[in-house]
């Protein structure tokens, strides 16, 4: 059984470097989404995909994020400039319907230095 | 703004000691109440959905309700291995996308 995968598990990066993250979902599911999340609190919504489209993006999301899904199947989320408030532990998830509950990877662990 | 709020944040239980999980939700449009189970370092892992009031689920030792202002998680004698994190979601409308907003969790420690 194949479940969304997600890499690197662990990012150590210096403050003021790019970083980029892919999230490889289930392969029949249409819907894809990315969160933030830190310690402590639950998964926040970043941005979310419908095949190729990008259609919500949170207001959490400055101008140094940037996600893309090319051909609707793997997507990357990239982070400029990051800045020690960049750490946390970001999820990706699928579904392949809308309301349909959502199947998330293990995350990857950003660590800004 | 749709909010979610769990209690208690935190909770030991002996091992066979049932309890209760609270997610107290509001929101408008309910879609769906959803209930994970988070791990150390890992990813929400996915165990219930409820869509209307009075619906409950069942899987091994636990049982999800929901009200229409509240889901409950009941754990029936626990064991240790039921030790991890349990997040509350639920999904409505928020501008034409199904929005879905969690809760902090409630941290559950099992003891043999």
């Known amino acids: 059984d194949t479940g969304v995968s997600q890499n690197p598990r662990h990012k150590i990066t210096k403050r003021g470097q790019n970083v980029t993250f892919r999230c490889d979902p289930i392969s029949e599911h249409n819907r894809l989404y990315w969160y933030r999340q830190t310690l402590g609190q639950g998964p926040e919504f970043l941005t979310y995909?419908?095949?190729?489209?990008?259609?919500?993006k949170s207001r959490l999301l400055s101008d140094r994020f940037s996600a893309e899904r090319p051909k609707g199947s793997f997507s990357t989320l990239e982070i400029q400039r990051t800045e020690q408030g960049d750490s946390a532990m970001y999820l990706c998830?699928?579904?392949?319907?809308?309301?349909?509950?959502?199947?998330f990877g293990d995350g990857t662990r950003l660590s800004i230095l | 703004e749709d909010q979610v709020t769990q209690s208690p944040e935190a909770l030991r239980l002996q091992e066979g000691e049932s309890s209760s999980l609270n997610c107290s939700y509001t929101?408008?449009?309910?879609?769906?109440l959803f209930w994970y189970r988070q791990d150390p370092g890992k990813g929400p892992e996915f165990l219930f959905t409820l869509y209307s009031a009075g619906e409950e689920k069942e899987k091994e030792r636990l049982k999800a309700t929901l009200t229409k202002k509240e889901s409950f998680l009941h754990i029936t004698a626990p064991k240790p291995e039921d030790s991890a994190t349990y997040l509350c979601a639920v999904q409505a409308y928020s501008g034409g996308y199904q929005k879905v907003t969690f809760g902090t969790g409630t941290k559950l420690q099992v003891i043999p």
């Open positions: 998830a699928s579904s392949f319907l809308a309301g349909q509950p959502q199947h």
């Open positions: 929101v408008s449009g309910l879609r769906g």
């Open positions: 995909f419908q095949n190729e489209a990008q259609l919500e």
